[in-house]
T-cell receptor, first 115, second 115 residues
Framework: AQKITQTQPGMFVQEKEAVTLDCTYD???????LFWYKQPSSGEMIFLIY??????QNATEGRYSLNFQKARKSANLVISASQLGDSAMYFC????????????FGQGTILTVHP | NAGVTQTPKFQVLKTGQSMTLQCAQD?????MSWYRQDPGMGLRLIHY???????DQGEVPNGYNVSRSTTEDFPLRLLSAAPSQTSVYFC??????????????FGSGTQLSVL
């Protein structure tokens, strides 16, 4: 079985500061992929970043980076220079093996960016 | 380029009624899936399809049926709605012959209330 845990129900950050959202995962499969999605109040799911289990380097996408610590089974999302528009729910998700479309999601973290 | 289209956006049902949530994608994606989102629980996979004529159960399949007669469409059927099926439903699709940065494309969601 696979499991994703996001231990921070809510996080607060000041505008222009960096914030880290935690995600730990549990799988015995050597091949897996990790995603972060953003869900603003409008409800849509927005893809942010992806990390494959065999990727040697941490993924980066603009202001988003993924701090991938394979031995610790963690895949934390780092948002640099937070903006008011970053206020949203953030989900960590994983697939394992070749089940690319079968994602297991964490419970989510609500991020609030203060001006 | 419509992406993933879900209809309806909102629906209210009475207990015992049946209905079909529609999902269509125009990206020629092989993989399609249905998730439900409940407060505090993230998204959970209901059913999944790897191609026309092939479906599989996800984490919470009870009370739902699916079929995949074409690549484009993946409807979700509630045969006898129950209040426990009150949720937000997301359809998603992806195309990935290899595990490299293949994100899910999500529809805009259907908010379903069962009274």
């Amino acid at each position: 079985a696979q499991k994703i845990t996001q231990t921070q129900p809510g996080m607060f950050v000041q505008e222009k500061e960096a914030v880290t959202l935690d995600c730990t995962y549990d799988t015995s499969d050597p091949s897996y992929g990790l995603f972060w999605y953003k869900q603003p109040s409008s409800g849509e799911m927005i893809f942010l970043i992806y990390q494959g289990s065999y990727d040697q380097q941490n993924a980066t996408e603009g202001r988003y980076s993924l701090n991938f610590q394979k031995a610790r089974k963690s895949a934390n999302l780092v948002i640099s220079a937070s903006q008011l528009g970053d206020s949203a729910m953030y989900f960590c998700a994983m697939y394992r093996g070749t089940s690319y479309g079968k994602l297991t999601f964490g419970q989510g973290t609500i991020l609030t960016v203060h001006p | 380029n419509a992406g993933v289209t879900q209809t309806p956006k909102f629906q209210v049902l009475k207990t015992g009624q049946s209905m079909t949530l529609q999902c269509a994608q125009d990206m020629n994606h092989e993989y399609m899936s249905w998730y439900r989102q409940d407060p505090g629980m993230g998204l959970r996979l209901i059913h999944y399809s790897v191609g026309a004529g092939i479906t599989d159960q996800g984490e919470v399949p009870n009370g739902y049926n699916v079929s995949r007669s074409t690549t484009e469409d993946f409807p979700l059927r509630l045969l006898s709605a129950a209040p426990s099926q009150t949720s937000v439903y997301f359809c998603a699709s992806s195309y990935s012959p290899a595990p490299t940065n293949e994100k899910l494309f999500f529809g805009s969601g259907t908010q379903l209330s069962v009274l």
